[in-house]
């Protein structure tokens, strides 16, 4: 395994610990709360980081397009979020920490799989735009994504628990 890959995949990891950590620290009503940002439950928001890591196995595909210097696949179809977030809607704290888990170990995997070679492959991105290194790509998909869904679970909670609101 090359360092690059390493480093990114270790990033990764710590992310989805915390997503996992605050996924575990909500109360019933916690879950239930609605992050303003996204209108969706924290539950809801968990969940869509989960499946965010795997989307039906679409970011291995986009991953193996790039190394292989393949044109890019489809991006998920308008209102996929959208159909998700009612799909999941009465989504568990429990299987969503296990989805966290087994979804994040399959993405750290596939990220450590990677050389640093690999990892500078370049490609437009996904939805369009300028060429971009297969890191970058990664980052994007597994670590910033969860950090900004992570910030708005952490907001809605804090404002909560800062309000006064709590109890299960």
Known sequence: MD???RALAEEFERVNDEVIAAVEGCTAAD???VCAREGWTVGVVAHHI???????GAVARLIGAV???QPLPAPPAPGYNERHAARYADCTREE???LLRRNGAAGAALIRSLTDGELDHTSGSPRGGPP???RQLIERIFTAHARDHLASI???LDGRR???AGGA
Do not use: E, F, H, M
Request: a positive charge.
């Open 3 to 5: 360092g690059l890959a």
């Open 31 to 33: 879950w239930r709360a």
């Open 50 to 56: 989960a499946n965010g890591y795997d989307q039906d």
């Open 67 to 69: 190394v292989q210097g």
């Open 96 to 98: 969503t920490a296990a």
């Open 132 to 134: 971009r290194p297969l």
């Open 154 to 156: 952490r907001g809605t």
């Open 162 to 164: 800062g309000s006064g």
